[in-house]
């Protein structure tokens, strides 16, 4: 099993990205938003804080599912699905591509 090392990291005007756009997704965007990122959710669906954030233009909506490529360009990479094969394809892509990236996943995916 891993050891996982805590960074702190300066993410002020960097792009981030959330793929997904439920309760989980809603709180790691708040915590980005509150940390000065710029972020970017991909999701067909999104909270009602979401959607606030989309209307107030604090954040960009991709109103679609995750596809391949959709990361590229971006500083930080989280996941929050509740679908474990997009959760595992996109992982993959972030790992290749060398982004920092969080999967934030149910217990059973583990």
């Keep these: 099993m891993a050891k996982y090392y805590p960074i702190m990291l300066d993410i002020s005007n960097k792009r981030c990205v959330v793929i997904g756009g439920g309760n989980v997704a809603e709180r790691k965007v708040n915590s980005l938003l509150e940390h000065g990122a710029k972020v970017t959710v991909i999701s067909p669906k ?16 991709i109103k679609r599912e995750y596809r391949l490529g959709d990361i590229k360009g971006y500083y930080l ?34």
């Design 77 to 110: 990479v989280y996941v929050a699905t509740d679908n474990r094969k997009v959760n595992e394809s996109c992982l993959e892509e972030a790992k290749r591509r060398r982004h920092i990236n969080k999967c934030c996943r149910s217990t059973s995916y583990v």
């Design 46 to 61: 999104i909270t009602e804080k979401l959607r606030e954030f989309q209307l107030k233009n604090k954040i960009k909506w």
